[in-house]
């Protein structure tokens, strides 16, 4: 029973990482209105934690506590996505790792560019002691 439950969650897991590097949205220039309601929409398991405001910049934050996974979008001062993080399990490390370079191609110094509709973006892979950050942000020249 737990082997079949590791299973499920793993795949599941697996289902969403590809979902989110696999579709190409990344959100960042979405308003904060619209990121809510496609995240409650194309992201399942995620749900809406809190809004946090810092003078002229703000984030909100979802949570899926199925995956234990957690997703940031940085906001402006109008209430646009700037940067995206999303925090894994240390664990998932090399997963997610190769994922990226499957979908970027190699990676140089766990960094990604990749471009689209004229945009350029970078994804940044970060291992922490407790997590795993992936962060997607415009690729500055």
């Given at each position: 029973m737990l082997k079949r439950v590791l299973i499920h969650s793993s795949l599941l897991m697996a289902f969403t990482m590809l979902f989110l590097?696999?579709?190409g949205q990344n959100f960042i220039?979405?308003?904060?209105?619209?990121?809510?309601?496609?995240?409650?929409?194309e992201l399942?398991?995620?749900v809406f934690a809190?809004?946090?405001?810092?003078?002229?910049?703000?984030?909100?934050k979802f949570e899926n506590t199925f995956e234990e996974q957690?997703?940031?979008?940085?906001?402006?001062?109008?209430?646009?996505c700037t940067s995206i993080s999303r925090m894994y399990n240390t664990w998932m490390f090399n997963k997610i790792k190769q994922e990226l370079i499957e979908k970027y191609g190699k990676d140089k110094n766990q960094k990604w560019a990749y471009k689209k509709d004229g945009k350029?973006?970078?994804?940044?892979?970060?291992?922490?002691?407790?997590?795993?950050t992936v962060v997607t942000r415009n690729k500055k020249e």
């Open positions: 590097f696999g579709q220039g979405l308003h904060k209105d619209e990121i809510k309601t496609r995240v409650e929409h399942s398991g995620f809190k809004e946090i405001f810092n003078y002229d910049r703000s984030f909100i957690t997703l940031l979008f940085m906001l402006n001062a109008e209430g646009y350029k973006y970078e994804i940044e892979l970060v291992k922490g002691e407790w997590f795993v």
